[in-house]
C-alpha cells in the first residue's frame, strides 16, 4: 500500500481492508500502526541490504564504495514511497527508538560499508570505527532525504547518484584527512 499510494495511503482501516481484515485484527497483530511501520522499515531496510550484498566487490575499496552509493541512490529512487516511510519515521520528534530488528539490519548495512571505508584509510580502532559507522549512517541519511525531495527532481539538471558518491567521498576524504 504504502508503495504505491504514499505514506498518506497508510491507516489501521485502509490496510484491514487490504488484507480482508479487521482493523482489530491489525492491532492484535501489531499492537500499535508504529510497530506495523517498524515491521515495514524492517522489510525495506532488508531489501536494501540484500542488494548491497550483491554488489561486486574489486580490490579497489574506493570503487567498492561507489558501487555501494549507486546501489543506495537507486534504491531509494526506485522505492520513494517506502524509503519516506522510514525517514519520517526516524525524523519524528515523537517517534520511538528503532526496534531491534530494524538496529540488526541498520548494523548490517553499516558493517558493510565499514569494511570498505577502513580498507582506504588502514587500522583503526574500535572507538573510531564506532564514530566513523555513525557519522557515515547520518550522512547517508541525510542524502537521502534529498533524494527524496522536490529540490533534487527529474528536471533540476542534477544527478542525485552523483549525489551520493560526492557525499561518501568527502566523508572518506575527511576521515583520512584526520589520520
Not at 15 to 22: D, G, P
Not at 69 to 85: C, K, Q
Not at 142 to 171: D, E, F, P, Q
Amino acid at each position: 500500500m504504502v508503495a504505491e499510494g504514499g505514506v498518506e495511503a497508510l491507516s489501521a482501516r485502509k490496510l484491514a481492508s487490504k488484507a480482508n481484515s479487521s482493523v482489530g485484527m491489525i492491532y492484535n497483530l501489531f499492537g500499535t500502526m508504529d510497530n506495523y511501520i517498524s515491521e515495514q522499515n524492517v522489510i525495506t531496510l532488508r531489501e536494501l541490504y540484500n542488494q548491497l550484498q550483491k554488489v561486486s566487490m574489486g580490490s579497489n575499496a574506493f570503487n567498492n564504495l561507489n558501487r555501494y552509493a549507486d546501489v543506495l541512490a537507486a534504491y531509494i529512487i526506485a522505492n520513494p514511497n517506502l524509503w519516506t516511510l522510514l525517514y519520517n519515521r526516524h525524523l519524528s520528534a515523537g517517534a520511538a527508538k528503532s526496534s531491534t530488528a530494524e538496529a540488526r539490519i541498520i548494523k548490517k548495512i553499516d558493517l558493510l560499508i565499514c569494511w570498505q571505508v577502513a580498507g582506504l584509510i588502514g587500522d583503526i580502532s574500535v572507538k573510531e570505527k564506532r564514530m566513523m559507522i555513525k557519522v557515515l549512517e547520518m550522512s547517508l541519511f541525510a542524502v537521502s532525504g534529498y533524494l527524496l525531495g522536490n529540490k533534487l527532481n527529474k528536471n533540476s539538471g542534477i544527478n542525485k547518484r552523483n549525489l551520493c558518491k560526492l557525499l561518501m567521498n568527502t566523508y572518506v576524504a575527511g576521515l583520512y584527512s584526520l589520520r
